[in-house]
Each structure stands twice: as C-alpha cells, then as structure tokens.
Nanobody, 130 residues
Framework: QVQLVESGGGLVQPGGSLRLSCAAS????????IGWFRQAPGKEREGVSC????????YYTDSVKGRFTVSRDNAKNTVYLQMNVLKPEDTAVYYC???????????????????????WGQGTRVTVSS
C-alpha cells in the first residue's frame, strides 16, 4: 500500500526556516519523482519543487529558488524540503506526491503536472507570521 506522510510544518517568523519531511512506504523511492506542492487558502495548488530520486536532479518554481532545497535519502525512503528565508506568502498546506520521473523536469510546469502525481500525503501546514 503506497503511503506518503508529511511532517515538519509549523509556525515560524518571517526569515525563519523549516524542514519538511515526506516519508514514503509501499514503494521504492529510487524509481520515482517526488513533488512538493502547496495550497494557500483561496488559491489554487502550486507546484513548489520536485526531485528525481534516482539521481537527485531537482527543480524549483521561481518564487522559491535560492531559498528552498529538496533532497532525498533513498535508504530512509524519505524526501526533505529545506525552506529558508521564509516569507508570509509561503504560508500554505504543503503536500508531497509521487509520480513517474518524466513529470519532474526543468522544462515542465510542475503545477500543471500535478494531475499526473498519483499518490499524495495528507499535508502539513506551514504558517509564516510575526
């Protein structure tokens, strides 16, 4: 049974950091891509980052480049999203999801590709506020 479980969300002040984790079970991480998505109240779901877990190639939406870093530990079947210099506009529920690696690329639109991500976690809430 495929399962993804996010953790690490919380309340942080602007400029602070959080590290989200996505623990996968029921499949072997190294054959897939993991995407991070977020949805703020009243807004559409947005693709944040993705990583091809076999070789670690990672991609980011422009608004988080230079601030967020995605990584994976295939031995632990876990993907991480390190979020630094957080801004109030980063406030959202963050989800991880799994897909075929072709849906994680520099030329692709991760937000549009989200419909090709097959299994999703329950989400973890991130609130950036003073």
């Amino acid at each position: 049974q495929v399962q993804l479980v996010e953790s690490g969300g919380g309340l942080v002040q602007p400029g602070g950091s959080l590290r989200l984790s996505c623990a996968a079970s029921g499949f072997t991480l190294g054959y897939y891509a993991i995407g991070w998505f977020r949805q703020a109240p009243g807004k559409e779901r947005e693709g944040v980052s993705c990583i091809i877990t076999s070789h670690g190639a990672a991609y980011y939406t422009d608004s988080v480049k230079g601030r967020f870093t995605v990584s994976r530990d295939n031995a632990k079947n876990t993907v991480y999203l390190q979020m630094n210099v957080l801004k109030p506009e980063d406030t959202a529920v963050y989800y991880c999801a799994v897909s075929n690696p072709q849906y994680c690329s520099a030329s692709g639109d991760l937000s549009k590709a989200s419909t090709s991500y097959d299994y999703w976690g329950q989400g973890t809430r991130v609130t950036v506020s003073s």
